[in-house]
């Protein structure tokens, strides 16, 4: 630049010194830009691994407090084995002896407590004892043969099988299956609220399920006095050759013992059944509701939730299955005691029944309702949240802003195949809605005040 006059180069300098200072601070906004992008990107890691450790300790706390006593009793009835995560091959000889003999001698027990319940007298059902006067001697005989078919045999055999295709499904199948579904759930809960309300709902019913059975020993308490089985002047018919009246039988007090062990035994069973069955239903019911709100809220595509919705059929075909059959079986057991107790209760002899006989026949029917209503209710709400299910590709339908970048044949597709699931929980082999569960509750009450059924008649 020879012929460039002063201005020229003033004008020059000027230019170089602007490109620089423009050149710097492009670079310094470019430094600044990329380091708000790492510490997004880092503060969204921190997130990501604050959210993932708060599902984790939430999920190790509910195994803790109440997937680990659920399988410290499946142990105690002798469904779980003991150190069973352990390989059969790495235990100990006397813990592979300790699991095949220990179930053994429980099925024993389940069925001796209900050959001594029919031995004393000693019935769940009765509120009076059925008494008989000798002719001669004047003593008095406890007499209750006649109702061994219904109150005895059946019962014996529901038992029997209940603890047997327990031993089967959770030693032979997959023991862990409710563990997994938990964290299934839990890793689809949205937050941490819905996580813990998630464990306290569990907590909940592990503390109900788990007070019934002293809320049941109370009441057999109450039934023997009721009964008189310990009366030394009232003599039991079974045993009455070893039973003088007027003085003590410790034969007797031993049976009674032993029958009321009897029924903490049994009563563990149903509650390892009733637990079992109640928690996979609100594990469900959770899993249902998260798919139904990732939808709504647009976290889940369409695609996404078709697939989720798989897991759903997944999870209720291992319910409906051996669960549910062994469920309806107790139930089986739970609507007869129920219906026997009531009928026990409302056609007895008024000038027998004392305060002690009502408390008695009030405290069988509660102790039945409860576990008979329970698995009911749920099922029947496990139900309709699957509804909802069905629902929810017309509610998107119907509203397509909802999702306005999908395309009409993912809107179309996603509701020909919510519209076309059927799932439903089963119980005695059939959709179990709460229709069903109304209907049940107005026929047996109708039953209960119209019609006398005489056990005399089974």
Known sequence: MAGAGPNDRTRVAYLRG???????EASTKMEADLNIQHSSNATLIVSYNAAETQTSETLEQCRKTMLNTYLILLKTVGWRRFRAKKHDLEQ??????????????????????????????????QVTSTTTMSNTSGAVTINCR??????????????????????YLFRFTDPEYLSTLMETVFLRCSDAYSQKRLKRVLQIFLALCM???????????????????????????????????????????????????????????????????????????????????????KSLSLEEASKVMFRVQEFLETLNGHFAN???????????????????LLYSNSSSLGALSVIAGLLNIIQWIIVAAFPLIQAARLTRHCSKLRSLGLEIAARPYIY??????????????????????????????????????????????????????I
């Open 326 to 344: 062994m469920q309806s079986l107790c139930l089986v057991i739970f609507v007869g005691a129920l219906f026997f107790s009531a009928k026990n």
């Open 211 to 297: 007070a019934w059975i002293p809320f049941t020993f109370c009441a057999n308490i109450v039934r023997i006095f009721s009964l008189q089985l310990l009366d030394d002047n009232i003599s039991i018919e079974s045993i009455s050759e070893v039973n003088t009246p007027g003085s003590p039988s410790p034969l007797r007090y031993f049976l009674v013992i032993l029958t009321l062990a009897g029924y903490i035994i049994v009563d563990l069973v149903y509650i390892s059944v009733l637990i079992n069955y109640v928690s996979q239903c609100q594990l469900i019911i959770v899993f249902i509701t998260s798919i139904t709100e990732g939808v709504r809220n």
């Open 404 to 457: 306005s970048d999908a395309t009409q044949e993912s809107l179309d597709g996603f509701l020909l195949f919510t519209s076309s699931t059927r799932y439903a929980a089963n119980l005695f082999c059939f959709p179990f809605y709460t229709k069903y569960l109304i209907i049940c509750i107005v026929v047996v009450g109708f039953a209960g005040s119209l019609l006398k059924f005489p056990i005399e008649w």
């Open 146 to 167: 006649s109702q061994i078919l219904a109150t005895e045999v059946l019962p014996i055999a529901f038992n029997a099988i209940a603890y047997l295709w327990g031993i």
């Open 92 to 125: 100990p000889l006397r813990i592979k002896l300790l699991n095949f003999i220990y179930p053994i001698i429980f099925l024993v027990l389940v069925l001796a407590s209900n050959a001594t319940e029919w031995i004393t007298c000693f019935s769940r059902n």
């Open 18 to 24: 602007s490109s620089r200072r423009t050149g710097m």
